[in-house]
């Protein structure tokens, strides 16, 4: 399950060490997480991490075809998840060792930053290969966060992007290598911990409105 560390002002959300995919359980557990970083007084920033091939797979396919009845409460708070995320009152950075797929990689996008490995691991929006059309939220998430011409590319055509094409796209703000993505996140989070509060929820509430709006829609077409 994921877990919570601080080094200095920096909060180290760590997803996993599996594919990192959102179960009901993962999901609880994270917004969990955020509650005590929001809870906290003073300069801090959240840097969300994971360790081995995943960095998140999205999500938990196995769990939602064995609980369909409850497909559109899970979208909801998957939707929820990113909604918050995307406001949060502290400056985030993701910080992406490995594979970052579907709406793991739509969590990456709700984070201010990403920091990717630039020799493996690959960013992707697998859906048009698997059949499972974006909600309207989760379009208009992606469509907030690149420029037009890769989220056409990225959500048309599920192309795989390593790190240095992720880069070039603009998907990712700074490339890496293995054993320096989670501290070149931490050290760019680092330097936006004084700006943590209010201000900046706002700030971003109001910039990304209309995606949140979608996001917390809760009539959802599912297919």
């Known amino acids: 399950m994921p877990a919570l560390d601080r080094q200095d002002d920096v909060f180290v959300l760590d997803l996993g060490d599996t594919e990192n995919r959102f179960h009901p359980d993962w999901v609880a557990s994270v917004n969990t997480l ?4 929001e809870k906290t007084e003073g300069p801090r920033a959240l840097v969300t991490v994971a360790t081995g091939k ?3 797979n999205g ?9 369909t009845d409850r497909a559109l409460e899970y979208v909801s708070s998957v939707q ?9 009152p502290v400056v985030t950075v993701a910080a992406l060792q490995g594979h970052t797929f579907a709406a793991g ?11 990717m490995r630039d020799d493996r691991g690959y960013w992707c929006l697998p859906e048009a290969e698997i059949n499972i059309p974006f909600t309207a939220g989760m379009s208009a998430l992606l469509q907030a966060r690149l420029a037009p011409q890769t989220a056409h590319e990225a959500m048309v055509t599920a192309r795989r992007y390593g790190g240095r094409d992720a880069l070039a796209a603009g998907i990712v703000d700074r490339t890496a290598g293995e054993d320096a993505v989670r501290r070149t996140a931490i050290e ?5 911990a004084a700006k943590a509060g209010p201000t900046v929820g706002t700030i971003k509430t109001r910039m990304y ?10 009539d959802i077409p599912l297919g």
């Open 34 to 37: 955020l509650d005590e970083v």
């Open 54 to 56: 995943f960095w998140s």
């Open 59 to 67: 999500l938990d396919l196995d769990w939602l075809f064995a609980n």
């Open 80 to 88: 929820e998840l990113l909604a918050r995320m995307l406001t949060l």
């Open 105 to 115: 990689a739509m969590l990456s996008l709700a984070h201010d930053f990403r920091v």
């Open 188 to 192: 760019l989070a680092a330097g936006h």
């Open 209 to 218: 409105g209309p995606a949140l709006s979608a996001l917390r829609e809760k």
